[in-house]
Every structure is written in C-alpha cells, then in structure tokens.
C-alpha cells in the first residue's frame, strides 16, 4: 500500500474515531472588543471576590494574580456544559503568582502545591459586587503596567466559548484501535512494543495529517491537553498519574497587534492545570496539578 492511500486512510479512520471515542471540548476564544464586567468570563483584569474570603497569597503572603476566571452560570446557561462535568454554577478562577524569577508560580519539584498558584471556586455568584470594594483588597491585575515584566498575560479581554469533539493520537484507545482500523482495510501497521507511540510506527507526513485533525492547541476547558515538551503525568507517572482530566488550558495568544492583550508563556508556550475525575465530580480544587512549558 503506497503512501498516498495510506494518508488517505489517516484521514478516513480518524474522523471515524473521533466520532467513536472523541471527546468534549469547550474551545475558548478571546473576544478583544467587548469589556468584560467584574462578574463575567474573562482572561486577567480585576477579578470577581467574595469579600468574606480571603484573598490567595503565597507563603511569603504575597498576592496571586488571576490570569482567568469562569461564568459558571453563563456556561451552563448557554450549554456549553454539555456533559456536566463543570459545576453547574458558580465563578471558577485561576491565579498564580507572578515573581521576578520568571516561574510563574511553577514549583518544577511539587507542581500539585498550592502555593505559586490557586484555583479557586465560588458556589454562588454576587452579583450586586462593586468594582470598588474588589479594589480595596489592592491585589495584582494584568492590567497594571508594574506587572508586564513578569507576567505571561497583559490586559484583559471577555472570552467567547464553542464547542469542540476531539480525540489525540497520544492519550486514550486512539492508538490501539487505529491499528485496528487500520488492519481492516489492508494497512498492516506493525508494533513489537506496545508502549511505542504511533508516531514511531507510521511515516512522519502521514502522522502530520493525524496531528491536524486531532489540534489540541488554544485556550479550552476539559479535552486533551497540549505541551510543547512534555505530559509531566506520563515522565513522573508515579507522582501525577491520577489528574486524569485536564481542567483548563491558557496558550500563547499573541496574534492580535492591535490590542492591548496578550499571553505569552515564555517562548511561545502553554499552560494546563490538570485534575483527577474524582474531585472534579466533588468539586474539591484544592489537588490540582499545574504546569507550563514554551520551546
């Protein structure tokens, strides 16, 4: 079977198997024209607080920065939440501490510690809330021109959501039933380990045309998760296996000159932070393991 028909069926059995085993996405796309308010979902700016808790702060009681913050009840309400995995309401928001050391909250030696970073979540939201009393707590924003020598994230912007149904050729039965699929139309791939990924078993264009249609890039809640370097819940199984799901992913999203927003995760990098099933079903986001890497 030559190369030409071999990608074809690439192309064929992986938009059979994403249709078969894919799963949900909730793609998240920067929306640059419209102002968020306090209470909406947005990357960076003032965040939303109940006023009876206590800010996050690192063990030097310096404040975190929220880089992202969700409408819980607007996400449910638009159906984005299709599966329900998400709590049906609230604000769940991400923070982490941005220092001159350029980590961005990451402690590479326990990524689960809660210390440079936090994922808060608020059951019910108040909506009567002022900018004006949120400001009195003095904390960090994006916005705020002092931070732009250490933050990956600069300005605000409101987020729009859609809906993605994807599969990735690393992670689930992706491999194992490709070859499968595969065999049945003549294709015999051919894998003396098991462990092998599929990358090592077919040529490397062929592979290309899997990656395409299997894009994991971009800001999106649950799916599959992307790295530039490496799934540090496969390298450290032992210490990370069980965050299972991925909880919410922040790329590089620098594209637009001409607004006053952008992300940027050291050169042109990602950052996830990852769950276990289990305690997103309890909504306990105290165990959550948080990562980032560039090229």
């Given at each position: 079977?030559?190369?030409?028909?071999?990608?074809?069926?690439?192309?064929?059995?992986?938009?059979?198997?994403?249709?078969?085993?894919g799963i949900t996405s909730i793609r998240v796309k920067?929306?640059?024209?419209?102002?968020?308010?306090?209470?909406?979902?947005?990357?960076?700016?003032?965040?939303?607080?109940?006023?009876?808790?206590?800010?996050?702060?690192?063990?030097?009681?310096?404040?975190?920065?929220?880089?992202?913050?969700?409408?819980?009840?607007?996400?449910?309400?638009?159906g984005f939440n299709v599966e329900g995995k998400l709590p049906q309401s609230g604000m769940l928001?991400?923070?982490?501490?941005?220092?001159?050391?350029?980590?961005?909250?990451?402690?590479?030696?326990?990524q689960v510690s809660q210390n440079g970073f936090r994922v808060v979540y608020h059951k019910q939201i108040d909506y009567a809330v002022q900018e004006t009393d949120i400001c009195t707590i003095g904390m960090p924003t994006s916005t705020d021109e002092r931070l732009c020598d250490y933050s990956p994230i600069k300005g605000e912007?409101?987020?729009?959501?859609?809906?993605?149904?994807?599969?990735?050729?690393?992670?689930?039965?992706?491999?194992?039933?490709?070859?499968?699929?595969?065999?049945?139309?003549?294709?015999?791939?051919?894998?003396?380990?098991?462990?092998?990924?599929?990358?090592?078993?077919?040529?490397s264009e062929i592979y290309e045309a899997i990656e395409e249609m299997t894009d994991s890039t971009g800001h999106r809640l649950l799916g599959y998760p992307y790295f530039t370097q490496f799934d540090p819940r496969i390298d450290y199984a032992e210490q990370y296996a069980e965050y299972d799901t991925l909880l919410f992913q922040m790329d590089t999203d620098d594209e637009d000159d001409s607004s006053d927003f952008s992300v940027m995760w050291g050169d042109c990098g990602v950052a996830n932070f990852f769950i276990s099933g289990e305690d997103l079903?309890?909504?306990?986001?105290?165990n959550v393991l948080y990562n980032w890497d560039c090229c």
């Amino acid at each position: 079977m030559d190369r030409k028909v071999q990608k074809a069926l690439a192309v064929k059995i992986t938009d059979e198997l994403r249709k078969k085993i894919g799963i949900t996405s909730i793609r998240v796309k920067t929306n640059r024209k419209n102002r968020p308010s306090i209470t909406d979902s947005k990357f960076g700016g003032l965040p939303y607080w109940d006023l009876q808790k206590e800010y996050p702060v690192n063990e030097d009681g310096k404040m975190l920065t929220m880089i992202a913050q969700i409408n819980l009840d607007k996400l449910n309400g638009s159906g984005f939440n299709v599966e329900g995995k998400l709590p049906q309401s609230g604000m769940l928001q991400f923070f982490v501490f941005f220092g001159d050391d350029c980590m961005y909250g990451l402690d590479c030696d326990n990524q689960v510690s809660q210390n440079g970073f936090r994922v808060v979540y608020h059951k019910q939201i108040d909506y009567a809330v002022q900018e004006t009393d949120i400001c009195t707590i003095g904390m960090p924003t994006s916005t705020d021109e002092r931070l732009c020598d250490y933050s990956p994230i600069k300005g605000e912007a409101a987020l729009d959501f859609s809906l993605d149904m994807i599969v990735h050729p690393d992670y689930g039965r992706f491999k194992e039933l490709f070859i499968e699929m595969a065999h049945t139309y003549g294709w015999d791939i051919k894998q003396e380990n098991k462990d092998v990924m599929l990358y090592y078993l077919i040529d490397s264009e062929i592979y290309e045309a899997i990656e395409e249609m299997t894009d994991s890039t971009g800001h999106r809640l649950l799916g599959y998760p992307y790295f530039t370097q490496f799934d540090p819940r496969i390298d450290y199984a032992e210490q990370y296996a069980e965050y299972d799901t991925l909880l919410f992913q922040m790329d590089t999203d620098d594209e637009d000159d001409s607004s006053d927003f952008s992300v940027m995760w050291g050169d042109c990098g990602v950052a996830n932070f990852f769950i276990s099933g289990e305690d997103l079903a309890k909504q306990n986001f105290g165990n959550v393991l948080y990562n980032w890497d560039c090229c």
